[in-house]
């Protein structure tokens, strides 16, 4: 039987793992939605997210300050990776978007290596505060990224559901070619969504980033769970994003409580139940081949 | 649309290709201001690539296409509707995610366009649906939408994809009157297998047969079912 503080903290622990698992993705599966794109750079924006959190939190002392610099570089890059390189490429095969993505993520990672060296880096804790939940002691910290998770999940819903850019984007993610029928520019749709999706990214490793090193190979680390999550939640679907996020977030955690090894292994045992009951995900729906 | 400088719209030597093979052979169509042009052709004669050419979603090798004076050709899709030139698809792939005023509100938002009166006067059912999801409206339910969806900004020309395929003929004969009501303040290009229907509405037809115009019959005259049957 797991002692019922470790499974506490365990919980927290799970939650905040699927937080930023969940900012991390969100963006590659609104990306894959709209655009049909695999957009796996997003894990470039992620670990520049995190450079600038560090470089901007040692030059001035403040963390946050750091994780919103991170945030509004990861989306003026993905500003202009939208603009010279996927307007170019909207037009081809799926499959061309991800080795062109993979590339630039390779190329991305050797940049930073350049400017920022190959030795991990600490980011010091915003809130290094605790509080008691139910006699365990959990950081505050890691209670802030889930907050921020919820946070964002219902501002991009309020996005697709209450404003006009939103809901042309969600009707775009069912129908592009409909949308643009009816005198809407849906380039400037994308552009938007990948700007988004690329300052969520950077959000997340900023927020990341005081909880573990940041070092280059940061998003090639996670480039297994991200894949995991937006397919085991269904490809396009912010709603199983979330879920999913959370579900692998606390498969990872309470994994390696029962048996260490579960950790690494535990998620593609889901992901393969999933998708033997589900192939298109959990709340996936069949995809339009375009 | 104003009616200078030419037709409402018109086509001249259009080829396309779908990567290598040939689609459409020199092409050529003309619909002069308020006329109803029908095309007529077997599934595969090339009615709807001749639509998604105007429209702008595929790209021509070579030929013209005007409208107004206006070229159309290397517009993207989007711009060639914001000249009000709408195309209605065949597929009737309402956004069903998004409920009947949502569809709306996003054609009201591509035009400027905040008038649905012209809608709900067309289509007085609609009204009841606004706030169901589209994804839950019946197949004939489905064409009104796409049609209000498509009148929002009172568009000069209409592409109509085989309006009636699949309705039932209480549906076919609303959609009658409405193509003969918007004809009055629209030219509309419609594709149709149905016969009677399109014979009925139409000023000009054209018959297809594998990419290629075969025969044109002008005025209200010799557009009858009797002599188009041939090309069905």
Known sequence: MIDAHLLTSGIIFGLSLGSIFFLMTVGLSLCFGLMRIISLDQLLYYSLGAYVT?????????????????????????????????????????????????????????????????????????????????????????????????????????FLNRTMVGKAIRAGIENVEHVEGLGINVYRLFAVTFIIAGTLSALAGGLYAPLIMVDPQMGLDVLAFAFMVVIIGGLGSIKGTFVSAFLVGQVVSLGSLAYAPLAQMAPFAIMLVVLLVKPTGLYGSPLLKR | MSEAGGDALSVIGLNVWYDEAKALFDVSLRAT????????????????????????????????????????????????????????PQDKMVFSDLTVRENLELSSYATGDYDWEPVTTYFPKLKALMDHKAGHLSGGERQMLMIGRAILGRPGLLLVDEPTEGLAPGIVMHLKHVFRDLSKRATLVIVEQNLPM????????????????????AGRGSVRPEVCERYL
């Open chain 1, 54 to 158: 560090y470089s901007i939190s040692h030059a001035t002392s403040y963390v946050w300050l750091g994780v919103l610099a991170g945030a509004v570089v990861g989306g003026l890059a993905a500003f202009a990776v939208e603009r010279l390189l996927y307007r170019r490429i909207y037009e081809r095969d799926i499959t061309f978007s991800m080795i062109t993505s993979f590339g630039m993520l390779i190329a991305g990672i050797g940049a930073i290596k350049y400017i920022w060296g190959l030795t991990p880096r600490p980011v010091s804790v915003p809130i290094t505060a605790e509080v008691d939940i139910l006699g365990t002691l959990v950081p505050i910290y890691r209670l802030v990224i889930i907050g921020a998770a919820f946070v964002v999940y219902a501002g991009i819903w309020l």
């Open chain 2, 33 to 88: 201001s308020g006329q109803v042009v029908a095309c007529v052709g077997r599934n595969g004669a090339g009615k709807t690539t001749l639509l998604r050419t105007v429209a702008g979603f595929l790209k021509p090798r070579s030929g013209s296409i005007a409208s107004a004076g206006v070229d159309l050709v290397g517009l993207p899709s989007y711009g060639v509707a914001q000249l009000g030139i709408k195309y209605v």
């Open chain 2, 198 to 217: 399109v014979c009925a509405i139409a000023d000009t037809l054209y018959a297809m047969s594998d990419g290629r115009i075969v025969a044109e019959f």
